[in-house]
């Protein structure tokens, strides 16, 4: 089915969250590569 966009607009920005709030360089690596496939994602079923 299809991906809420309001869902992962609110995944992407706790990834964010996520990643500012890394306690050490793995956690906040492991949080932005997320964050990057959630962001490839989101520019995948969004219209330009």
Not at 1 to 17: N, S, V, W
């Amino acid at each position: 089915g299809d991906i809420d966009r309001a869902d992962l607009a609110r995944r992407i920005q706790e990834a964010k969250e996520d990643a500012a709030d890394a306690k050490d360089d793995q956690a906040r690596s492991k949080a932005e590569q997320f964050l990057s496939q959630l962001t490839t994602l989101e520019g995948a079923i969004l219209p330009a």
